[in-house]
Structures are given as C-alpha cells and as structure tokens.
C-alpha cells in the first residue's frame, strides 16, 4: 500500500512535567480534557493525552485527530526538589518555544486566567504587540493567548467559553528557514499557510499544517489560522542559517522538556519506507512496536504513528506490558 500525505494529522506535541495533578488542573483550566493516558511501567513515566473535545473531535481516537497535547511524567518527579523542567526559551536548551490557544474573547480569557492566580510572562497591555499573551504553565512553559478575533471586536466583552478555545500551534526555532520548510513540506507533507516577515525585529515565522479538506470559518485577515488547530509554527532569526557553529537544543539532551511532535498516518510501513528514500536521519527505527521516531533538520523529534482506522495501533500492547486507558 501506498501512502498518501493528505491523510497526515498534526496529531500532539510532548512536554515533560514535573507534577501531573498540578499540570493537568492548569489545562484543564484552560479548557482541555484528558481524553487518554498511556502508562509504561516498566519505564516508570505515564503519557497524559489532552485536547478540546469539540463536537467534531471528541468521537474521535486520540491518534485520528490534531491539536492533541501529550504530557510526560517521569515517576517520583513530582518529589524531586533537583527536578527541573526547562522551557526551551534560554539557553543552554534554547529550541522550542510555546505551545498556543486561540481563544474567543482574548481580553476576558486572559482576565479569567489572571483572576486565578496563574502567571504570565507577558500580559496583553505588556509591550507594543497588544494583541497576543504568553501565559506560564507549571512548568514555566509558555502558552501563548491568541484571538480567533480582533482585539477591536472583542474589547468589552466580559465572558469567554473554554469549550471554544483551539489547540492552535506549537512554536520551534529553527536555524535554516529554507531547509527546514522544504522538509516539512516535501518530506512531511504539510502545507505552508502563512508566513510573517517581522523584519524590524530579525525574525520571520512560518505556519504549517495538514488542513482539513474543508477549511473552518474564516475569522479573516490576520486571524486566518487562528481557526484551525494542530499548526506547526517555525521560528526563524535572521542569521543563524550562516554561522556554522550555531544549533538548537532538541529538548531530549540535559536539560530536558520538550520531547517532540507526533504525525499520525495512513500507512506506518509505507510512511516510513517513502521517508527513507528521501534520506531521513532516524532517532529509532520502525520496530514491532510500530512507532518510529526521525529527525527533522534541526535535530527535533517527530514522532511517526499509525492514525487508528487505517490499522490495528498495537504498540502500547507490546511495549514493555504498558496498559492503555
């Protein structure tokens, strides 16, 4: 069987946490509910499986869908006063950069958010971008505020509904923009939706992803992609392509955090047969129990599954007598 890139799903990004319960209340503040949990004993971690179960979403398998969020808790951590999470925004483990929510009403979101107790890096009335939020998880991981509509039309409204909040993207940096979009596009299949050349400032930002072959309602103009979720976004500061010495941390080296994004497909055989003819660099190989792991340019982690309804998902049956729930 052929396999065929249309069929992709953007389907979760990985975070390590420190405390599950404390992690788990914070987004489930936010609106997300676990819709899974895979735990590998042997191992000693557990995988927590969040995401807005919206209507259309939440008859679906946990690897049949996008905008899925994957958190990994080492066993005993929650106790361990020398355990640290790094956020990936300084170095020496400077690479991933946030995970966003799009949200209804971005100035009422944000007020309920603060009116919690939770922290934020950087509020909406902070700096000259006043249209965006970066809230701290836990963790100290940033989770980026964005509106599904303008500041304008939202200013004064006082309710928001976590139940229409979007897992809207996960943010990496990457060193060479040209590199990196020809892998995610030709390799991977994505289509690039959006780009944002922020020249004053150094850096431009590149949006990419497996839509649905039936677009969600625009919100327009610049909130385009704020509609959709289960983007990748890429980072790119101008310059780094050209220095040789110059790379990201992939999260899965000291310190650690983020782990990697996952993309579910149609055929796991096929999928990984046609990526190394195009010369992939493999973290792991495609094994009995059926997930392999690659690498993109930068050296991030992509995570490579069978999307459940093309196949039997059989690794969480064989992998070190895990239970799946």
């Not at 004993?41 to 905008?67: I, T, V």
């Not at 009995?288 to 340019?297: I, N, Q, S, T, Y």
């Amino acid at each position: 069987m052929a396999t065929d890139t249309a069929k992709y799903k953007f389907d979760h990004s990985m975070l390590r946490v420190k405390d599950p319960k404390v992690s788990m209340k914070y987004y489930e503040f936010l609106g997300m509910k676990q819709i899974h949990k895979i735990s590998y004993p042997g191992y000693q971690f557990d995988l927590y499986c969040l995401a807005y179960d919206s209507p259309e979403s939440a008859s679906s398998h946990w690897s049949d869908r996008q905008g899925v969020l994957q958190l990994l808790h080492k066993h005993g951590s929650e106790s361990d006063d020398k355990f640290k999470i790094s956020n990936g925004n300084s170095d020496p483990g400077k690479g991933f950069g946030h995970v966003c929510i799009s949200v209804d009403n971005i100035q009422a979101a944000c007020k309920r958010i603060e009116d919690a107790g939770y922290r934020f890096k950087k509020k909406l009335s902070d700096g000259r971008m006043r249209d965006i939020a970066f809230a701290l998880d836990p963790d100290d991981y940033w989770v980026e505020i964005i509106g599904q509509k303008s500041v304008e039309k939202t200013e004064g409204v006082t309710e928001t509904d976590p139940g229409a909040y979007l897992f809207n993207h996960t943010m990496i940096r990457v060193k060479d923009p040209t590199a990196s979009l020809k892998f995610y596009q030709e390799t991977m299949g994505m289509t690039l939706l959006r780009t944002l050349e922020m020249a004053s400032s150094g850096f431009n930002l590149y949006f990419l992803g497996y839509p649905p072959e039936s677009a969600p309602p625009s919100a327009g103009g610049d909130y385009s992609t704020s509609v959709y979720e289960g983007l990748l976004e890429l980072t790119w500061n101008y310059g780094t392509e050209s220095d040789p010495n110059f790379s990201y941390h992939n999260g899965n080296a000291d310190p650690q955090g983020f782990g990697h994004i996952g993309v579910s497909v149609d055929d796991v055989d096929a999928a990984c047969t046609r990526f190394e003819e195009q010369g992939v660099r493999w973290q792991k190989r495609l094994t009995e129990d059926r997930v392999a792991f690659m690498l993109d340019p930068d050296g991030y982690w992509i995570q490579i599954t069978l999307t459940w309804g093309f196949g039997q998902i059989t690794q969480n049956q064989k992998l070190n007598k895990s239970s799946d729930s």
